[in-house]
């Protein structure tokens, strides 16, 4: 079963390979479509967890 990629900086499971040679001679880069976000770093989670995280997800958790 695949996994799926989350972007670490939204939490949106809208990441895309940024570059076609990506892993080819250079590290994988991702690009999310929702925020922007490029770089090499994502969240890998099982398709379930994804469907029950979703529902319950409330946006940043910063307690400052």
Do not use: H, Q
């Not at 799926?4 to 990506?22: D, E, G, Q």
């Not at 922007?36 to 994804?50: M, Q, T, V």
């Not at 979703?54 to 307690?63: E, M, Q, R």
């Amino acid at each position: 079963m695949a996994r799926i990629r989350i972007c670490p900086k939204c939490k949106n499971a809208t990441l895309k390979n940024a570059v076609n040679v990506s892993g080819w001679l250079t590290p994988n880069m991702f690009e999310c479509t929702s925020c922007d976000y490029i770089g090499s770093l994502f969240i890998e989670i099982d398709p379930k967890d994804f469907k029950k995280d979703a529902n319950s997800y409330d946006g940043d958790t910063n307690n400052e």
